[in-house]
């Protein structure tokens, strides 16, 4: 049986902004790459994507009142989740493994629990 993890990738906002075009041409060759190396694990991609800029974060906060919208993430630090992958694995060794070759500096992975 197979389960679904959440890799999310955090990295270097700043990093990311002064790539040149051939450094973000090198990341999305290095990413694709992977993703061959996802499959040849016997592992599926079920959907991923980069996201835009911390910045560009709205962050909605409930409570007892009526919820609160503030623009920004909910943290600020140097690191910032900047992507993610949905990868259905066989287990959580095959997981780790896989977000042990991905191309970035730190993957959280996470099992997705199943809601429906």
């Known amino acids: 049986m197979s ?3 959440m890799f999310l990738i955090y990295g270097d906002e700043a990093a990311m902004a ?3 075009p051939e450094q973000w041409d090198e990341m999305l060759k290095a ?3 992977w993703g061959h190396a996802v ?3 016997g592992a599926t991609i079920l959907g ?3 996201l835009a800029a911390s910045s560009m974060a709205t962050t ?3 409570g007892s009142g009526a919820p609160v919208v503030t623009d920004g993430p909910f943290a600020e630090t140097k690191e910032a989740l900047g992507g993610f992958y949905l990868v259905e694995c066989a287990d959580l060794d095959q997981a780790l493994s896989l977000a042990s070759t991905l191309p970035a500096h730190t993957v959280e992975v996470r099992p997705v629990v199943p809601t429906g």
């Open 60 to 62: 909605v906060r409930r």
């Open 31 to 33: 990413h694709n790459e």
């Open 48 to 50: 991923g994507d980069a």
């Open 3 to 5: 389960t679904k993890y």
């Open 39 to 41: 499959e040849a694990a």
């Open 18 to 20: 002064d790539a040149t």
